[in-house]
């Protein structure tokens, strides 16, 4: 399983947008890459999903370079209910993901 | 919106004791799972099911089993609570075209 190496924390001011990166040396060719969104007290909740290239959402880009060993989520004009940890997941798409390694994620802390 | 619902958000019992952690999910989903979290250490992988009466080690099996008679229903059991299970216990399930769904997870202190 491939093992991601992402930034402990991160702050940032209301507004502004936050790039957080993540690294994946060893990423299989049948990897995807996948971000989760953790606030206290709750389970993580899904963000957003890429395999190469960039994809976005409503709510956040994913850029991922063509050699897919590292990729970045982008969040947009980011507002103090953004303040979160932020987990990174590199693995099998949607339903092969049970086994993936979460890791310790970033703590993002947005600031007014 | 797929729903997954743990059965206590606070639990606290005595080492020794037999805990039984429950979840439940409403979307049909093939595959449930159960994680702790500790400070520092990020979610760690208990076990999973990929079917009904299947389950599958994770990463740190050791002190557990799993229970899953019914699609929608994963248990995780404590056969003799320690210190040590002290966590936050995390549920998810999902299926071949969706990512992991999480329950609010249970907070389990054993004193």
């Known amino acids: 399983l491939a093992k991601t190496t992402q930034p402990i924390s991160m702050d940032s001011y209301e507004g502004q947008e936050v790039n957080i990166t993540c690294s994946h040396n060893n990423i299989a060719t049948n990897d995807y890459i996948t971000w989760y969104q953790q606030f206290p007290s709750q389970g993580p909740r899904f963000i957003i999903q890429g395999y190469k290239t960039k994809v976005t959402n409503e709510v956040a880009s994913l850029f991922i370079p063509a050699d897919r060993k590292s990729s970045t989520l982008s969040l947009p004009r980011v507002s103090l209910s953004d303040t979160a940890v932020y987990y990174c997941?590199?693995?099998?798409?949607?339903?092969?993901?049970?086994?993936?390694?979460f890791g310790k994620g970033t703590k993002l802390s947005v600031k007014p | 919106d797929v729903k997954v619902t743990q059965s206590s958000r606070y639990l606290v019992k005595r080492t020794g004791e037999k805990v039984f952690l429950e979840c439940v999910q409403d979307m049909d989903h093939e595959n449930m799972f159960w994680y702790r979290q500790d400070p520092g250490l990020g979610l760690r992988l208990i076990y999973f099911s990929y079917d009904v009466k299947m389950k599958e080690k994770g990463d740190i099996p050791e002190g557990y089993s799993v229970s899953r008679e019914k699609k929608e229903r994963f248990s995780l059991i404590l056969e003799s609570a320690s210190t040590n299970q002290t966590s936050m216990y995390l549920c998810a399930s999902s299926s071949v075209e969706t990512p992991l769904h999480f329950g609010n997870g249970t907070r389990l202190t054993v004193t």
């Open positions: 997941l590199v693995g099998g798409s949607s339903g092969s993901q049970g086994n993936l390694i």
